[in-house]
């Protein structure tokens, strides 16, 4: 089974700053667009942002937009999601997921198991 593999989340005050990762063994990303989801506890799961094949940008939610960013590396078969400015609403595990190919299209056939996101004072 093929699986992503997210990073770099933590404990952060409000104000701070993280970087996610999302990489794969098995699974060369660059050949798929690249989406970060969220839940938060008692909330469903929603796309955050989402990144082509050709490293176009499509917005999931309006709340991170200007504080959010992703990107990708493809030597290093890795796609980040900078977070600036955390609010205690972002608090959620993070996922990151294939979009589809090329394009990000919300087909989301592999998925890592997440990483916790927590901002607090």
């Known amino acids: 089974q093929v699986q992503l593999v997210e990073s770099g989340g933590g404990l952060v005050q409000p104000g701070g700053s993280l970087r996610l990762s999302c990489t794969a063994s098995?699974?060369?990303?660059?050949?798929?667009?690249i989406g970060w989801y969220r839940q938060a506890p008692g909330k469903e799961r929603e796309g955050v942002l989402c990144?082509?094949?050709?490293?176009?940008?499509?917005h999931y939610t309006e709340s991170v937009k200007g504080r959010f960013h992703i990107s990708r590396d493809n030597a290093k078969n890795t796609v980040y999601l900078q977070m600036n400015s955390l609010k205690p609403e972002d608090t959620a595990v993070y996922y990151c997921?294939?979009?589809?190919?090329?394009?990000?299209?919300?087909?989301?056939?592999?998925w890592g198991q997440g990483t916790q996101v927590t901002v607090s004072s």
């Open positions: 997921a294939t979009d589809g190919h090329h394009a990000c299209t919300g087909r989301n056939d592999y």
């Open positions: 990144i082509s094949s050709s490293r176009g940008i499509t």
């Open positions: 098995e699974l060369r990303l660059d050949y798929y667009a």
